[in-house]
Nanobody, 120 residues
Framework: QVQLVESGGGLVQAGGSLRLSCAAS????????MGWYRQAPGKQRELVAR???????DYADSVKGRFTISSDNAKNMVYLQMNSLKPEDTAVYYC??????????????WGQGTQVTVAS
C-alpha cells in the first residue's frame, strides 16, 4: 500500500505563486517518476509536469516557463513551484507516482488532489 499526500493548494490572485508538495509513503521499492496532473471542471485530467528519477523533466506547453517541478528522491517527495498563475490554471491538482515493486510489477499511484483557484 502506497499513499500520496498533496499539500499547498489554495486561493491566489492572478500573477501570484503557489508551491505544491507531495509526499509518497508506504511500501515503496522504487519510484521511477513522479508528476503533477490537473483536472478542471468539465475537462479531462491532463499532465502538468513530470520528473523522472534521473531528473529529466517534461512540461505541458501551457505551463512552460511558469511552473517548475523538482523532487527529493531520498524523501520520495515531489514539488511544483507555480509562478505567474492565471485563472485558467484553476483546477484540482493530483500527484502521481510511477513505481516498481521488487518483483518488477509497475503501478501508478494517485493522491487525493488539492484545489488550486486563481482569481482574476
Amino acid at each position: 500500500q502506497v499513499q500520496l499526500v498533496e499539500s499547498g493548494g489554495g486561493l491566489v490572485q492572478a500573477g501570484g505563486s503557489l508551491r505544491l508538495s507531495c509526499a509518497a509513503s508506504g511500501n515503496i521499492f522504487r519510484i521511477n517518476a513522479m508528476g503533477w496532473y490537473r483536472q478542471a471542471p468539465g475537462k479531462q485530467r491532463e499532465l502538468v509536469a513530470r520528473i523522472t528519477r534521473g531528473g529529466s523533466t517534461d512540461y505541458a506547453d501551457s505551463v512552460k516557463g511558469r511552473f517548475t517541478i523538482s523532487s527529493d528522491n531520498a524523501k520520495n517527495m515531489v514539488y511544483l513551484q507555480m509562478n505567474s498563475l492565471k485563472p485558467e490554471d484553476t483546477a484540482v491538482y493530483y500527484c502521481n507516482a510511477d513505481r516498481s515493486t521488487a518483483w518488477g510489477e509497475r503501478y501508478d499511484d494517485w493522491g487525493q488532489g488539492t484545489q488550486v483557484t486563481v482569481a482574476s
